[in-house]
């Protein structure tokens, strides 16, 4: 594992920065456009590990996708013209992948077997092969088909009324997929909003379907047409910066082109409730997709609580939220994130750990953290487990500790965010 020693800073961070493209954009786009007739380009893709998995994915499946670094041509021939892969599909470390190639592979009527590395290996994949069962999927794998590997012996699926057990946008976007192949309508009813991005982005790709309140509904055997995608920047990779000119003094930051959904914004919510100093700027939209200007300034924080409704808007945060609520006054309480014990890592365990090894005081619930604030970092090491959020969260805590942080594992990063130390180094003084 690669290993990196980063000191604090000896001042505030000032600078513009423009964050890497949306990583559920990115995923979704790719997907789209290799089921689509037609030749679509993507540009500001990001080139981060998992979204690649999702290229690599399609090109098995005969898709040829050109790519000159953060541009893609993807050059689609419609479902009918998809190939059955000669070997299994690697999805590496990507739930995304996974979890939305489920609901594409279960409709095609070819054989794919697909697998993931260990830590995808242990993530649960029945919420995704139970809902598609139920359509009629045939899908094989170890525990009864709740883990990877998994076999799709493509059927034809028929259309259902899915109720979700679970707040996840993966799942939704899975059963929509698999809705565009199935016969009749399929429709999906969510417990509470997550993420958006398939609806916004599906009818531009030329599909139809209806949003009503908590449930979208979907016809089967439409066709996609071919689309350009410009992806704006992720906010999940801005919340590191913002948070880090928010607890480094004397800080001033911007960051420019960052995509500003409102299922996605719920960190500069949180933020501004404990007291950040955030304006935003909307200038433009990418489809329906708002995109802005973000300006951070340093600020006295204090402790908040953080549960229910806004938990998916910020679920991908919670680690660099956690460390913004160390250099709080007062306690933060985040509750309702049990989503958390399920992701690269167990993300409360691997929180609570590393920031206690660095100073912090923190304690892990079993659906969140109490983090009492107030207090130094003294630094120390973190151990990213392989989770490239919490190896970002190490590296801005580096910022604002007494000593260097040292980031085992920081390879990880290149996950989602592969120039994340370069824009480090450019923005500290």
């Known amino acids: ?29 790719v997907i789209f456009a290799s089921l689509a007739e037609g030749t679509s380009k993507i540009t500001n893709f990001l080139t981060g590990e998992d979204c690649l998995r999702t290229v690599d994915a399609f090109r098995s499946l005969g898709v040829e996708i050109e790519q000159d670094e953060d541009e893609l041509v993807i050059h689609g021939n419609g479902v009918d013209n998809l190939n059955e892969p000669l070997a299994p599909i690697n999805f590496g470390n990507s739930g995304t992948t996974a979890r939305l190639m489920s609901g594409v592979l279960a409709g095609l009527p070819l054989f794919t077997v697909a697998y993931g590395d260990d830590s995808l290996s242990k993530r649960p994949m029945d919420r995704v092969v139970v809902p598609l069962r139920e359509m009629g999927a045939a899908i094989s794998g170890r525990k009864k088909a709740s883990l990877l590997p998994l076999s799709f012996d493509g059927t034809t699926l028929r259309g259902k009324d899915h109720n979700l057990k679970v707040r996840s946008a993966q799942v939704k976007s899975s059963l929509l997929l698999a809705g565009l192949f199935a016969e009749g309508e399929t429709s999906v009813t969510e417990l509470g909003q997550t993420r958006n991005h398939t609806e916004m982005l599906l009818p531009q790709f030329g ?66 409730a404990m007291g950040a100093s955030i304006e935003t700027d909307i200038h433009s939209y990418v489809g329906k997709e708002p995109v802005g200007d973000v300006h951070i300034k340093s600020s006295t924080l204090t402790g908040a609580t953080i549960e229910g409704e806004m938990i998916p808007n910020v679920i991908d945060e919670i680690p660099i939220i956690a460390l913004a609520a160390t250099q709080a006054e007062g306690t933060t309480v985040i509750k309702d994130a049990e989503e958390l014990r399920y992701k690269e890592t167990d993300r409360i365990s691997a929180v609570v750990d590393n920031l206690n090894r660095i100073g912090a005081n923190v304690e892990a619930r079993e659906d969140g953290l109490v983090i009492h604030g107030g207090g130094t970092l003294n630094g120390g090491t973190v151990d990213s487990q392989g989770d490239h959020r919490i190896g970002m969260m190490g590296a801005i805590a580096s910022l604002i500790s007494e000593t260097s942080v040292i980031i085992v594992g920081k390879e990880c990063i290149n996950i989602s965010y592969p120039s994340f130390f370069s824009h480090l180094d450019k923005i500290r003084k």
Do not use: C, Y
């Not at 594992?1 to 890497?20: F, H, N, R, Y």
């Open 207 to 272: 599909v139809d379907l209806t949003v009503k309140g908590s449930t979208i509904t979907i016809k089967g055997g439409q066709r996609l047409r071919a689309s350009d995608v410009h992806v704006p920047g992720d906010i999940s990779s801005a919340a590191f910066f913002i948070v880090a000119a928010a607890v480094t003094p004397g800080s001033e930051l911007t960051l420019k082109n960052v995509g500003l959904n409102h299922t996605r914004d719920g960190i500069i919510h949180v933020m501004k």
């Open 1 to 29: 594992m690669a290993v990196i020693e980063i000191e604090p800073s000896k001042g505030g961070l000032s600078g513009t920065l423009e964050v890497p493209g949306d990583k559920s954009i990115s995923h979704r786009s």
